[in-house]
């Protein structure tokens, strides 16, 4: 059994459910904002979890459990869900759910940062900081979110100073790649734009690329260091030299726009990942390949 969570206009639910249906899978569409909220209860200490009357038991069960920063629920209530759910799976090892290694099911960016280095990328200048003051040329820089939720602006575009940090960076130039890692597979994409932050526009092309081989060694480095079988890096082009500088790794990236370029092979390896780790079985090795709906 499939239990797939998130919100409704959430469209990586929808195509999640997609991949479940095109492979004949027993599934359940679970609605965070639901009116009713879905009701869902657990006992600590047993594996069964119930949901609007159905119950499901950790064995054999998968769940793909997406927060969608962007929906309009309120937070309060759509993260007391994510809880209940994620606790019920962290809870029961037989469940099979993406990134069980990572136990806070997130990723904080600034160390993520330094553990790229680590792992063989490389990274933009880069300040975790208030204080805009200190670029005397703020056009040649971008600002984000330092826990992420919104799109990345231009410095200039900024107030001198702000109430909390701000991940600053050199800005880079397109082309830009997306690499997935999904279990023991990768996808790659190219992405060009003439905006700032290509996910604020229609003005963007997007094609599937092979992955460097460079790049996916140091995205299985970084993602297991971060306990992270499915994860996205973003990474874009320097100017200067040419080369691809890692920007931020995603622990629930949104996925339809890629997938469509994939002709759907990366949500068949979400479900496929899902199904094994439902079965009690390890992440999918390097030899690992999704097939095409």
């Known amino acids: 059994m499939l239990l797939i969570v998130g919100d409704s206009r959430d469209h990586n639910i929808r195509r999640l459910e997609d991949a479940a249906q095109w492979r004949g899978a027993e599934y359940r569409v679970i609605h965070t904002d639901g009116d009713p909220a879905p009701a869902v ?14 119950t499901f038991r950790a064995k054999d069960t998968a769940l793909f459990l997406r927060y969608d920063v962007f929906s309009e629920q309120a937070q309060e209530t759509k993260a007391a869900l994510f809880d209940a759910f994620a606790g019920w799976a962290q809870a029961n090892r037989g469940v099979g759910m993406l990134n069980r290694g990572n136990e806070t099911l997130e ?9 790229a280095k680590e792992c063989g990328f490389e990274i ?10 200190r670029f005397a040329d703020k056009e ?20 001198e100073t702000a109430e909390k940090p701000y991940i600053v960076q050199e800005k880079l130039d397109y082309p830009e790649m997306r690499l997935f890692r999904v279990g023991g597979h990768y996808f790659a994409f190219r992405i060009e734009s003439g905006a700032i ?3 604020a526009t229609d003005d963007f092309t997007l094609v599937e690329v092979e992955p460097p081989k460079a790049l996916v060694t ?9 306990g992270l079988d499915y994860a996205a890096a973003d990474l874009k082009t320097d100017p200067k030299t040419g080369a691809l500088r890692f920007l931020e790794i995603n622990s629930m990236p949104m996925f339809t726009g890629y997938d469509d370029a994939a002709q759907g092979r990366l949500s068949d390896a979400l479900f496929l990942t899902l199904k094994k780790l439902a079965a009690g079985g390890k992440k999918p090795g390097p ?5 095409s709906p």
Request: proline share 7%; glycine share 8%.
């Open 41 to 54: 209860s657990w006992r600590p200490g047993s594996d069964a979890l119930t949901v609007n009357g159905e």
């Open 107 to 115: 990723v904080n960016k600034p160390r993520a940062l330094a553990l």
């Open 124 to 133: 933009p200048e880069t300040w975790i900081t208030a204080d805009f003051n």
């Open 140 to 159: 040649a820089y971008i600002a984000k979110p330092v826990a992420g939720g919104a799109f990345t602006r231009k410095l200039s575009d900024m107030p």
């Open 197 to 199: 932050d290509y996910r």
């Open 218 to 226: 140091a995205m299985e480095k970084l993602s297991d260091r971060l």
């Open 287 to 291: 030899g690992f390949k999704a097939a």
